[in-house]
């Protein structure tokens, strides 16, 4: 083979070199399983040895490949080792070089193989070990650029930089050792080598990217976990905001009842305590966002019997059509209170005579039907829309189903044909 084809020859073998460490780093990111293990910081004895084996094993089929059909761009031995070191430790390094030096060695004949790679899974756990904020690896760029320029622009002040560059540095000198190692010993370890001076380069910066270009994939997958993370946050925080102003607010109105009603009917104010002091041991004792509906009907009992109190049995009476099979079933927790208590204050306290409010639960097309209706005054023309966010307590029913369903909730506002008005919620069968 001619100089020329033989160089181009190298370097098509560098290029799929890299696409095929980029694509082992891609499948692997799809297991949550090896995700938990490469972004675990302190990873234990147990998980580096797994760490180092799972990275071991996918080394050792590149190897064999490279053993048995000749196709060298599949070995991937020393920079998985190193790989395998920095992100794991010394063991997890071993581990790694080891597995892949095996079919080297025993179908290879290859006999400087293992010590040359557990040298690299070391040289990797060494590395780890010289790192000031061991997050500090997911900066670790195949960009030479960006590693001289954070060099030069860390050097002072910031240890990260110096690791960066040594790392960098590192990883050449292994590939610069194996080359003059198989050079000294012809056939005991395999090495890639091409005597002009940019094929040399490229070789040993293709080592680097492809420790780096990995790292890179892993880092963007771990960024999105954090991400997901942040959210998953920000909505817990925007539900616990949420019902922390659902609770204080039906507070206020049953503490002006019973102070209503202190004075004049002691008996009656001890009843709505009493009532009262259930519906808070319920409160401290649940932190959940979701709760059985047969825990939130009971909820929903304490409640109404303090307001049957407030407006006499005569002027407020509650049905409810409740279907078994729905008690088990899942609901966010305080969702029926506000609707009721604004069922109440808008729809019946206006009357005289009061009225009813009636509850139903129903499973209808695959969801979970909630619907308080009342007897109560309605909604006169043109004020549907105004309903819709109507007080504090309605407005936060609708933020919560909107947060925890996304658009697999219904909230429906009706005034029905005899008067009054329906509430309706629809919302996925989840159950305990």
Not at 364 to 375: A, I
């Amino acid at each position: 083979m001619d100089p020329s084809s033989a160089r181009e020859l190298v370097l098509l073998v560098l290029l799929v070199k890299i696409l095929a460490a980029a694509a082992i780093a891609s499948i692997l990111a799809r297991f949550a399983s090896f995700k938990q293990l490469v972004f675990t910081s302190e990873k234990t004895l147990r998980e580096r040895l797994i760490f180092g084996l799972v990275l071991g094993l996918a080394l050792l089929f590149g190897v064999t490949l490279r053993v048995i059909f000749r196709f060298s761009a599949s070995d991937l031995s020393l920079e998985g080792a190193a790989l395998a070191g920095v992100l794991g430790g010394y063991l997890s390094g071993m581990v790694a070089g080891g597995l892949a030096a095996l079919p080297a060695m025993l179908l290879g004949q290859e006999l400087l193989a293992l010590p040359a790679m557990l040298l690299a899974g070391a040289a990797g756990g060494f590395a780890r070990g010289l790192i000031p904020n061991k997050d500090d690896v997911w900066h670790f760029s195949p960009f030479i650029d960006l590693n001289l320029s954070r060099w030069f622009r860390q050097r002072f002040g910031h240890p990260r930089g110096d690791w960066q560059m040594f790392f960098f540095v590192l990883l050449i000198l292994l590939e610069a050792g194996r080359i003059h190692l198989g050079r000294a010993f012809p056939g005991w370890v395999f090495y890639l080598w091409n005597p002009y001076p940019l094929i040399v380069v490229a070789i040993c910066l293709t080592t680097v990217a492809s420790v780096a270009i990995p790292v890179t994939i892993w880092k963007n997958v771990r960024n999105e976990m954090l991400i997901e993370e942040q959210r998953r946050l920000l909505v817990q925080a925007r539900l616990d905001a949420l019902t922390a102003q659902i609770n204080p607010h039906f507070l206020f109105n049953t503490l002006n009842s019973i102070s209503s009603l202190i004075r004049i009917d002691p008996e009656t104010a001890r009843q709505v305590i009493f009532r009262l002091s259930n519906i808070l041991r319920r409160l401290l004792k649940k932190h959940e966002n979701f709760t059985a509906l047969s825990d939130e009907l009971a909820f929903i009992d304490d409640y109404l019997a303090i307001e049957v109190i407030r407006f006499g049995e005569d002027k407020l009476k509650i049905i409810k059509e409740i279907e078994e099979q729905t008690l088990p079933l899942m609901v966010p927790s305080m969702l029926l209170q506000p609707i009721i208590e604004n069922a109440i204050r808008h729809g019946l306290s206006p009357k005289v005579e009061g009225g009813t409010i009636r509850l139903r639960s129903a499973r209808e097309n695959g969801r979970l039907l909630l619907e308080v209706r009342d007897d109560g005054v309605g909604i006169g023309p043109g004020q549907l829309e105004r309903a819709q966010g109507q007080g504090i307590g309605m407005r936060n029913v609708r933020e919560r189903l909107r947060v925890l369903y996304g658009s697999e909730y219904t909230f429906q506002i009706e005034t029905p044909a005899e008067g009054g008005t329906s509430i309706r919620i629809g919302v996925p069968l989840f159950s305990n």
